[in-house]
């Protein structure tokens, strides 16, 4: 089930990111402004580095600073890691993990695009992160841990590359109830980052398993059925192409694309009902002090 659900994953997000979405179609930069993001933001990086997909702002939330190493899980485009850039600067570094090479070359295109030096991807899903121990400040994601099919192990992941009082600071998709049956079971509600969502409690618990501490889960308010606002623009059916393009690649034969999914999700239930977005906080906790030298002089010899 796993293997089915990350398949249909890189399916669905792949085709967005081969897609021609950008802050160049006024319901892409609606569902950005609607989770958090100003426009002084948009305008301040690659266009094609937003999709549509966001559920909030980590950037907004996350306090980077000069010289920190910040890792985004699920980068997609780079809207975060571009966001985050300039505010590690020259003496830090910013990076992108997704599991889905069309993102990884999309983001990798903007990157370039928009003269970024200190920003890289690597191509892996967010249950095996592939950095050293101890290396990461900050930690930061959006919209992309409800999706992962075993979520305490990416918990663990990242209290594994995080330096000890670092931090992790998320948007996501939690639950406040249990959904309905019939969403719960949709694999378009899933991939469409509803039906994979925990409920919030559980998400702290997870947290706190995995050894964080101050946890700090908060609704932000936003209203999920945002995501119907890229309406008739997903996929290559953007405005933007003229009609006899658009014509043929939206015949009624075409797989229907995300953003179409979850319009028809948005349409049928009131996912706020059950589901929220999200700001999630927590701290990897400091090293303990070591206890003073323990030499000959001072510790009996042990027997």
Known sequence: MAEQILESVKSKYGAVAESSL??????VTAVAQAFGYTT???????AEANMGLSCGNPTAIASIRPGEVVVDLGSGGGLDLFLASPLVGPGGKA???????????????????GGYKNVEFHLSTIDKIPLPDASVDCV????????????????REIARVLKPGGRLAVSDIALKSELPPEVAASMAAYVGCIGGAILINDYR??????????VKIVDSGADLNAYAKVENQAGCCSPSMDSGDA???????????????LTDLLSKYD????AASVKVYAVKPSE????????????????
């Open 22 to 27: 950008s802050s160049d179609d006024a319901g």
């Open 40 to 46: 002084e933001e948009l305008t301040s990086i690659p």
């Open 95 to 113: 990076i992108g993990i997704d599991m889905t090479p069309a993102m990884i070359e999309r983001a990798r295109t903007n990157a370039l695009s």
């Open 140 to 155: 930061i994601s959006n919209c992309v841990i409800n999706l992962a099919p075993d979520k305490p192990a990416v918990f």
């Open 205 to 214: 618990d997870g947290l706190l398993a995995a050894g964080f501490e101050h």
């Open 247 to 261: 014509a043929s690649c939206c015949s009624t034969d075409k797989p229907a694309s995300l953003h179409q999914d």
């Open 271 to 274: 996912v706020n009902a059950a």
């Open 288 to 303: 303990t002090a070591q206890a003073p030298c323990c030499g000959p002089k001072c510790c009996p010899p042990v027997r």
